[in-house]
């Protein structure tokens, strides 16, 4: 379940670019066109953009073989570029491989910085999503639970049945069976969550309802 949204954001990069590269710079605008007029301000943050998109590239690629040898590089893009999604982007990849080998702090460490950083509410969902269930990996199911209320408030609907899935597998580590239920319940009930995971969750229902009173 890990790869849910994995193409969905590799691909959404560039459009995201393209169509909210400039929003980020509201804040600072007028001032900084003031000094550099618009048309050198423009050409300045083409370039940081082009330089990013490359940098990214240049990761994205590597991943397919040994993702390890160039992390370094994928966390001086979060530095050097931290506004802009492939900043978030290598942060997933790095997440990603950190999760594969099991290094759980470091996962939690790349997702929470989406977290902090990303103003997209699809970022921030699948980073939390991710993070809940790093979280649950590492037996931290009180913090993946805290992670999965806090999404719950600002998460789009579509995310919503794998929240419940998520609390339902949490609930279900900390031996609270009947909770677990109703969370998988939920979950199963829920038409925006792919089949096979409504599937699961109706196979959990049915598993917990033999044993819970």
């Known amino acids: 379940m890990q790869d849910v949204h994995e193409q969905h954001e590799l691909e959404a990069l560039k459009s995201w670019w393209k169509t909210n590269g400039m929003a980020v710079l509201t804040g600072g605008l007028l001032a900084?066109?003031?000094v550099l007029g618009w048309q050198g301000y423009h050409s300045y943050e083409t370039a940081n953009n082009e330089a990013a998109s490359s940098r990214y590239e240049g990761l994205r690629s590597a991943a397919q073989t040994d993702f390890g040898a160039v992390a370094t590089d994928a966390r001086q893009l979060m530095v050097d570029f931290p506004k802009s999604p492939y900043a978030v982007g290598a942060a997933f990849l790095l997440a990603k491989h950190a999760a594969e080998k099991a290094d759980w702090a470091d996962a939690q460490a790349n997702l929470k910085w989406v977290i902090d950083?990303?103003?997209e509410a699809h970022w921030r969902a699948v980073a939390s999503l991710r993070l809940a269930r790093v979280l649950i990996e590492a037996n931290k199911t009180d913090e993946a639970l805290s992670v999965l209320n806090t999404a719950a408030t600002d998460t789009p609907?579509?995310?919503k049945g794998l929240i419940d899935y998520l609390r339902g597998m949490a609930l279900l580590q900390q031996g609270k069976q009947e909770a677990a239920q109703a969370a998988f319940k939920a979950a199963q009930e829920n038409p925006t969550l792919s089949a096979?995971?409504?599937s699961l969750s109706q196979?959990?229902?049915d598993?917990?309802?033999q044993v819970t009173p």
């Open 207 to 209: 598993d917990l309802g």
């Open 203 to 205: 196979l959990w229902v």
């Open 32 to 34: 900084v066109a003031g």
């Open 196 to 198: 096979s995971i409504r």
């Open 157 to 159: 609907v579509a995310f």
């Open 117 to 119: 950083h990303t103003t």
